[in-house]
């Protein structure tokens, strides 16, 4: 078994150079002219500000859950750690946000 050897250690293997078209090809292509980005319309706005408030609002309930059951957890006599209480006392906030963000 023989390894290859370049001829001219100077130049590049044959990936970086399609790597190397690649970039310039996506280069060439976000400055073609006549081509514009889409316009954001209002309505775009305001759906993707809903989304993001509902993605907050989903994790939020998530920590909710999982307050729940350290809840439980302490109720059944099992000691929780401190990271485990300090989650339990932020219950009220996390409450006090999901009212703010349903608003």
């Keep these: 078994y023989q ?7 100077n130049q590049p293997s044959k990936q970086a150079l399609r790597n190397q078209k690649k970039r310039e090809n996506k280069r060439n292509a976000e ?11 209002l309505q775009d ?10 993605k907050k609002v989903r994790g939020l309930r998530k920590k909710l859950n999982q307050i729940e059951k350290l809840k439980k957890q302490l109720e059944e006599g099992k000691t929780l750690e401190k ?7 932020t219950e009220k906030d996390l409450i006090a946000e999901i009212e703010k963000l349903e608003l």
Excluded: C, F, H
């Design 83 to 89: 990271n485990q209480m300090d989650k339990i006392a």
């Design 31 to 41: 400055m073609a002219p006549g081509q514009q980005k889409p316009e954001v319309t």
């Design 3 to 9: 390894r290859r050897v370049r001829d001219s250690r």
């Design 45 to 54: 706005l305001q759906s993707t500000l809903v989304d993001e408030r509902e």
